[in-house]
Antibody, heavy 119, light 110 residues
């Protein structure tokens, strides 16, 4: 069974840092590019970051550039999101996302991990 | 990277058909036939319903269909059922390995 399990969320003060992890299983992780998508409470979905299969190509939504870093460890079947200089507007459920039907759509989702930025 | 525009809410009676629009720009929806649609029930992760504009993943009912005209994509749900009541989000590939989502539409089955 294809599965993505996020961890690492929690409460952090503005300006603080947090590292999210995503453990993948049930598929050949190293063959798929991966993404992080977030959803603020009561709001819509927002694509956050993308990483290529080998980890050499990384792309971000403008609002997190310079503050967030996506990375992966194919030997550990794991995806990460290092979040620095956190702001209140980063408060959201963060989903680890992959694909099956098309590399341009998201049909494999984790359960999400909640990040709350507040003093 | 501006969000795609969706109506905040739509409604329909059981058995009817509804259409949800998703308007982008010539840089995203208009440039690629790579719009996807997601259904999300409260407290759950989104579920892919349509990909590449009009294709359905295995297991998704053929009551769901997608189309595109210019910078606007559409999701049509025919034969509305109570279980279709949910939030729906569109998403478009925007080039350069980036994606943009719509703000979401709440579907109410009357």
């Amino acid at each position: 069974e294809v599965q993505l399990v996020e961890s690492g969320g929690g409460l952090v003060q503005p300006g603080g840092s947090l590292r999210l992890s995503c453990a993948a299983s049930g598929f050949t992780f190293s063959s798929y590019w991966m993404n992080w998508v977030r959803q603020a409470p009561g709001k819509g979905l927002e694509w956050v970051a993308h990483i290529s299969q080998d980890g050499n190509e990384k792309y971000y939504v403008d609002s997190v550039k310079g503050r967030f870093t996506i990375s992966r460890d194919n030997a550990k079947n794991s995806l990460y999101l290092q979040m620095n200089s956190l702001r209140a507007e980063d408060t959201a459920v963060y989903y680890c996302v992959s694909y099956n039907s098309s590399p341009y759509a998201f049909d494999v989702w984790g359960q999400g991990t909640m990040v709350t930025v507040s003093s | 990277q501006s969000a795609l525009t969706q109506p905040a809410s739509v409604s329909g009676s059981p058995g009817q058909s509804i259409t949800i629009s998703c308007t982008g720009t010539s840089s995203d929806v208009g440039s690629y036939n790579l719009v996807s649609w997601y259904q999300q029930h409260p407290g759950k992760a989104p579920k892919l319903m349509i990909y590449e504009g009009s294709k359905r993943p295995s297991g998704v009912s053929n009551r769901f269909s997608g189309s595109k005209s210019g910078n606007t994509a559409s999701l049509t749900i025919s034969g509305l059922q109570a279980e279709d009541e949910s939030d729906y989000f569109c998403c478009s590939y925007a080039g350069g390995s980036t994606w943009v989502f719509g703000g979401g539409t709440r579907l109410t089955v009357l």
